[in-house]
């Protein structure tokens, strides 16, 4: 693939480039919204920018504590992927009083405008992924190659140096197909990002309960890449049944599912609420 950029004697990472690509993008569209529901730039555009640092340093707090609070051994390590869950729990616990007491608006309502940005940053984020060499999959089964099934797998020849895959990979023939785990992950948050902003468009004729949207947008996103991540080519650690992605994916799956069935739950009893009133005299 394309891991650098190469301009005169620079080499500019090609990720980076992606990735800070994803976050303008997102951060327009976002703010676009923000305007038409009479959102102030100047009250909403500080929130995006704290973001940043709060959702860095909580994912480096969280790697540097999860090991060391279950001894720093191999099965410690096996824990490190709860770096995701750091950098999400900062940054929503952030967004919360950040929205609820420095911008003063409802933090649900937020969120749920916001919640497009998550998968679709992902979805971009992963295109720099595939072009990085990173987060590569497993070499896939001989039986892949005359199905269907080869359009999500990528031959390991189109790795190059210095990626990580083409050091992984080195020695295995040029046409063995190995899975491609950045297309699945994206198409996976592809997915999310469709029901995510059905759901919001139709929020308020579905009168949904705020939150909602952004906690089944986790939800889905947690749930589909758990399944996903038994493609990626990562060693389980000392035998144990998930590696370290799917381990933070289930923490956030859960937690998200329990915010998701809250909000269902006082969304049933709003329609009871309204379906009373109605027959009322």
């Not at 909580?58 to 999860?66: E, M, P, S, T």
């Not at 997915?191 to 909602?212: Q, S």
Request: net charge positive; aromatic share 16%.
């Amino acid at each position: 693939m394309f891991p650098f950029i190469h301009i005169g004697g620079l080499d500019i990472s090609t990720w980076r480039v992606v990735v800070v690509t994803g976050v303008v993008l997102c951060w327009i569209i976002f703010l676009m919204r923000a305007r038409k529901l009479g959102y102030s730039f100047y009250t909403v555009f500080p929130w995006l920018l704290f973001g940043l640092p709060v959702g860095t340093l909580g994912a480096h707090f969280f790697g540097k504590l999860i090991p060391a609070l279950a001894g720093a051994d191999n099965a410690a390590y096996s824990l490190t992927g709860l770096t995701v869950i750091g950098s999400i729990f900062c940054c929503l616990l952030f967004s919360f009083f950040y929205i609820k007491y420095i911008m003063k608006m409802p933090p649900m309502q937020v969120l749920d405008a916001s919640a497009f940005a998550f998968p679709l940053s992902i979805f971009i984020g992963r295109m720099g992924c595939l072009l990085n060499g990173c987060c590569y999959g497993k070499i896939a089964p001989d039986w892949v190659k005359p199905s269907l099934l080869s359009l999500v797998t990528i031959p390991v020849g189109l790795y190059v140096e210095p990626s990580s895959a083409w050091r992984d990979y080195l020695g295995v023939p040029h046409d063995r197909l190995a899975w491609n785990l950045p297309l699945l992950l994206m198409i996976n948050v592809f997915f999310v990002l469709i029901v995510t902003e059905t759901m919001y468009r139709n929020r308020i004729k579905w009168d949904l309960y705020p939150g909602t949207v952004f906690a089944a947008t986790s939800t889905l996103y947690a749930g589909g890449r758990f399944f996903i991540e038994f493609m990626r080519k990562e060693d389980v650690v000392d035998n144990a049944l998930f590696n370290p992605w799917q381990l933070a994916l289930l923490v956030l799956f859960f937690a998200s599912l329990l915010w998701l069935c809250v909000c269902l739950y006082r969304w049933s009893q709003n329609l009871s609420m309204h379906s009373l009133k109605e027959e009322l005299p």
